[in-house]
């Protein structure tokens, strides 16, 4: 699957994501958390405000180009699976375009 990523898009799966990592989770924070995350509005929350629910910043973060290595806001991300996504950056998709485009 191809998807633009965003922090925008990040913060609007957020809620859904940690659901499914503490799913069954019996603990306490998870649950306080989960309870947080589903009220925030996910059309004005901010990154901070994410971490402040959750107690760090690895949930919504710049995503690390597969072709230059650069960190992006903003990125096409590829799904292979439910484990392994690529992030490509703009240039490197202009790049790989020009080639695509070449006699």
């Not at 998807?3 to 609007?12: A, G, H, P, V």
């Amino acid at each position: 699957m191809i998807r633009l990523s965003t922090m925008r898009s990040q913060i609007r799966t957020v809620a859904d994501r940690w659901r499914s990592q503490y799913h069954l989770s019996e603990h306490d924070w998870a649950h306080k958390n989960q309870k947080a995350l589903d009220a925030i509005d996910k059309e004005t929350a901010t990154r901070r405000n994410i971490e402040k629910i959750i107690g760090n910043n690895a949930w919504v973060v710049p995503k690390t180009c597969n072709g230059c290595g650069g960190k992006f806001a903003v990125t096409i991300a590829i799904d292979d699976d439910d484990y392994h996504t690529m992030h490509i950056c703009q240039e490197c998709i202009g790049q790989a375009a020009e080639m695509i485009n070449l006699p």
